[in-house]
């Protein structure tokens, strides 16, 4: 009797969830990163001083530099980062004071011992070739527990956030499909410091990275497949305990995301810009057609499968993720 409520159960949220307006996202990138100099973009945001100018950066190995482009990929100006080291920087972040946070933080493979946040003045970029770094965080977190051999690929990070004077950070959980909110709880230079934990997400993927809309109201996380929207419970700072909505993603790899107005922008590794309305999470029922690919895991690492398929994006929302299974894509 129990199982065949519980198919009853799974049935009505299909068939809620079929009903709902299937039309076609527009999955087309929006620009795409025009100079050879920007590789691998690995982290992205917007900036706060100067109209339609977005910061990104490269992945792991690129020399200690940001690049100012446009919303639809035009480089404006490269600026060197003196006192960096680029050995696996993931994302980067902005406040309201006028200063960048580069997260030298990727770790898949337990090689970065040094976990580093680059605090910078954030340049201009129609003049300044150069800024340097004006802060060092040197953090680590409080559960993490080497293998020794690079097999525990659990405490990998890739997305960094600022939100009402405070930092954080969500881990990339390769293998457990979670992630790991940590807030940083001293933002001094030098500072070296354990994170504070504050809560553990089944996320159904390998987070990438992340961004607060301006108020701190509003936390966007993206992974390889999905893209999440959560809400700050009005009692605390803990993001992943408030109520989200979910909605799955065929921008391919993508390493960046931030808000930018009403608007999302994504960047991936190809150096595609993709730029969606923040209202695509109150439309149901959107219909992500991903046919041609999909991401598996062998060895840690996410590669792509070629496949033939379409997905229906189901937002969902609610603050906890106990009835997903219900609408999760197959």
Not at 302 to 324: H, T, W
Request: charged share 25%; hydrophobic share 35%.
């Amino acid at each position: 009797m129990y199982k065949i409520a519980l198919h009853a159960l799974v049935a009505i949220c299909f068939l809620l969830a079929c009903s709902a307006t299937q039309d076609e996202i527009a999955w087309t990138p929006y620009g795409k990163f025009g100079s050879n100099k920007i590789a691998e973009s690995s982290g992205l945001v917007k900036s706060r001083r100067f109209e339609r100018v977005f910061w990104t950066h490269n992945d792991r190995g690129d020399r200690a530099r940001i690049f100012a482009t446009t919303a639809e990929g035009e480089l404006i100006r490269e600026v060197r980062i003196h006192g960096g080291k680029n050995v696996d920087w993931e994302d980067i972040a902005i406040d309201d004071s006028g200063h960048l946070y580069i997260g030298d933080f990727g770790n898949n493979r337990e090689k970065n011992q040094e976990l580093t946040i680059y605090v910078v003045n954030e340049p201009n970029p129609f003049e300044a070739d150069s800024t340097s770094v004006i802060m060092h965080i040197v953090f680590t977190f409080p559960d993490r527990v080497s293998s020794g051999n690079g097999a525990n690929a659990n405490f990998d990070c890739e997305a960094l956030f600022y939100a009402n004077g405070r930092l954080y950070c969500l881990t990339k959980h390769a293998r457990e499909k979670i992630t790991r909110l940590y807030r940083f709880e001293s933002l001094e230079d030098n500072a070296r410091q354990t994170l504070t934990e504050i809560e553990e997400f089944k996320i159904y993927g390998a987070v990438t990275a992340a961004d607060a809309s301006i108020d701190g109201s509003l936390l966007l996380v993206l992974c390889y497949e999905y893209i999440y929207l959560f809400e700050k419970p009005s009692e605390s700072d803990n993001y992943l305990a408030g109520k989200f909505k979910r909605i799955t993603s065929a921008a391919g790899k993508g390493e960046g995301i931030c808000f930018a107005g009403s608007d999302i922008f994504i960047s991936n590794e190809r150096g595609e810009i993709y730029k969606l309305p923040l209202s695509i999470f109150d439309t149901p029922g959107e219909k992500s057609s991903i046919t041609g690919q999909r991401f598996i895991e062998k060895d840690g690492n996410f590669q792509l499968e070629k496949v033939n398929q379409n997905r229906i994006n189901n937002p969902v929302l609610s603050s906890r993720p106990l009835l997903c299974f219900a609408i999760k894509p197959p």
